[in-house]
Every structure is written in C-alpha cells, then in structure tokens.
C-alpha cells in the first residue's frame, strides 16, 4: 500500500470549512484513497473514500488531485465534534486485502 | 441497525495470563479485522478473517491468534500477556473486505496488563 503524508496537527475556527490535505505521491492507478477519524478512545469512523473523482457525502467532500498525488477532505462547517485525528489512507484494491494502513494522522483542533 | 459490538469494553490482566476478545459485526457484513492501538506504536493491523478464515495476518508474535464463526462473529486470544500488551484492542467489520466497501470499527477493548 502506497504511503501518505499529512501535517500533524491543524486548527480551524468553528464554523468554518476544514480542508485536510494529504499526500501520497506512490499511489497506483487502482488504489483508493480512504479517510477515517477517531474522537479521543473511540474506534475510528469511516468518512468518505474516492478512487480518481472527487466525492461527497453528508459528511464531508474528497478532492483528488487530476495526477492523484494528493488529496483534500473537506469539511464545509465544523463544528466542536469534529475535533478529531483524522487519517488519510491509500488502499489497494486486492481481494481479501481488508487491512488498513494507518499512519499518524493530523490531529484537528476545533477553535470556538 | 446495529453497529459493531465489542466485549468487555475494559479489562484488567495479570502479566503470564491469556485473556480472549470478543467481537461481533454488523449483520450480513463477513470480513472481520483486528487492530491493536498504542501511544507508542499507533493502530496496528493484526489479522482479518473472512468466512471463518484467516486471510491476512500483521506482523505480531503467534502469541497473537484469532477465529471466526459461522455467524461471523470473532474472538482474538492474547496468551502469556506481556505489559506491552496493554493497548486498546479494536475490531472492524465489512462486507466482504474488498477494497470499494467501508470498514467499521467497534469501541474497542481496552486492556491493561499488570
């Protein structure tokens, strides 16, 4: 599985969008890119996964670069409940791979 | 419906003991992974089962072993525990553990070792 990169931590004014950017610059053409988060001792929460298009949900909207280098979850209102490690993740597509790499994350930080 | 359910949600071993985890997965979903998480070393994958088979293992010690029913549910065993071993234990459940399907977590199991 391809490697990413993310900032460690990030703040961001309640209200306000959110954009998470990660990059994983060894990506193959068939690997998807996955977004997960986890609230302080929770399991972590799946949030939105896209392949080439970008995507969006009702929790949030994925960018994927044209080159797929890179990619940006976008969280168009955060709120307090968003704070959060949110990890960026690349998985590939073999059958029966139901492994996820995890990384470190980039700690999110909602500021009232 | 119902979501991931793991038990116990906390549990208290003695160094040399075994303690087993149970995990349950939402309905119709067969692919069951495990996860070990750290201060130190962050979320681990340690192995995925899929129709009460093992399909992908991490790279922990054999102390480390799992199963799945029929019923998809699945146990992971920790034998001879060790202090290191104290970590939130995690489950997650798919649908067929095929790349395109989301993965959901459980609360996860909290396990210290004294």
């Known amino acids: 599985d391809a490697k990413t990169t993310q900032p460690p931590s990030m703040d961001c004014a309640e209200g306000r969008a959110a954009n998470l950017p990660c990059n994983h610059s060894?990506?193959?053409?068939?690997?998807?890119v996955y977004w997960y988060r986890q609230i302080h001792s929770q399991g972590p929460q799946y949030i939105i996964h896209?392949?080439?298009n970008n995507e969006t949900n009702e929790m949030a909207s994925l960018i994927i670069t044209e080159d797929r280098k890179s990619s940006t979850l976008i969280l168009p209102h955060a709120t307090l409940r968003d704070t959060a490690v949110y990890y960026c993740?690349?998985?590939?597509?073999?059958?029966?791979?139901?492994?996820?790499?995890f990384g470190t994350g980039t700690r999110l930080t909602i500021i009232p | 419906k119902a979501g991931v359910t793991q038990t116990p949600r906390y549990l208290i071993k003695t160094r040399g003991q075994q303690v087993t985890l149970s995990c349950s997965p939402i309905?119709?979903?067969?692919?069951v992974s495990w996860y070990q998480q750290t201060p130190g070393q962050g979320l681990q994958f340690l192995f995925e089962?899929?129709?009460?088979?093992?399909?992908n293992k991490g790279n922990f010690p054999g102390r480390f072993s799992g199963r799945q029913f029929s019923n998809s549910r699945s146990e992971m065993n920790v034998s001879t525990l060790e202090l290191g071993d104290s970590a939130l234990y995690l489950c997650?459940?798919?649908?067929?553990?095929?790349?395109?399907?989301?993965?959901?977590f459980g609360q996860g199991t909290r396990l210290t070792v004294v």
């Open positions: 997650a459940s798919s649908l067929e553990g095929r790349v395109g399907t989301e993965a959901f």
């Open positions: 060894t990506i193959s053409g068939n690997e998807y």
């Open positions: 896209g392949l080439k």
């Open positions: 993740i690349v998985r590939s597509p073999n059958f029966g791979n139901e492994k996820l790499t």
């Open positions: 309905s119709g979903h067969r692919s």
């Open positions: 089962y899929f129709s009460e088979t093992q399909r």
